[in-house]
């Protein structure tokens, strides 16, 4: 299977582009790189400059898609997406960086105060939209150090995408602006492993092991472990589904307005994975 583990030197390459195309645009977001903290520049005024800003990551974002960093992401070679307050480099740039200080341990809990609270009183701006497993150890705001109004989450079992996960991916993609949608799976997924054992799944539970199904068949033709592999191949077909899924993030996506990536959480590192 297609992947590669974003080591700490594809992380730098990233931060050293992404944020010398930050520096320039500091005022779209109102921040600094893992100090940030986010203005409350309504969407509609900030558009033109996060468009602007958007335009200089283009090359920044090309060169990031043909390195060895990420190898899913073949949309880098164009210039972020971008919807409103955040383009999706940004938004991408932010969770790896919160990535990294939990991985480090120099967590740093950011924007969880009284401020913070006030200041998202009058609407919300999250930069990015994670879609991830219900399981307890895989706590988004957590896992990558973020605060109150950065990530709009969307939690189930196997990190999969029904018409209730659907709709309300799309109400922040298009009503709340964000740029930016992860498709969050696990190691060690307890969902995705009862799909892989078979047998009769009790109540409501078997609607979840029927959606991940397809996903188990398709990795059962691949080398190496059948988990491991269907965890993925369960990430990646939730990345088509979403990327496809009409009419509305389809839309976003062809209109250059939203990225949707996917991405594996190494329960024993604490490090994220790109697909
Ligand atoms: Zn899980």
Known sequence: MLERKFNRRDFLRLSAVSLGALAASQAVAGCSGSNMRFSRTPPAAAEGEAAAAAE??????AEVGQGEAVTAPAAHAAPAAVTGKFTSAQGLMFLLQGNQRFVSGQVQHPRRDAFRRADTLGGQTPFAVVLTCSDS??????????????????RTAGNIAGEIALGSIEYAVEHLNAPL????????????????????APGHIKNVVEHIAPAVERARGLQGDLLANAIDTNILETVHQLRTSAPILAEFVNARRLEVFGARYNLDTGSVTFL
């Open 56 to 61: 200089g990551e283009g090359e920044a974002a």
């Open 137 to 154: 150890r895989v706590a988004p705001e957590v896992i990558f150090d973020q605060g109150v109004g950065d990530i709009f989450v969307v």
């Open 181 to 200: 949608v992860l498709v969050l799976g696990h190691q060690k997924c307890g969902a995705v492993s009862a799909t892989v054992d078979g047998g009769e």
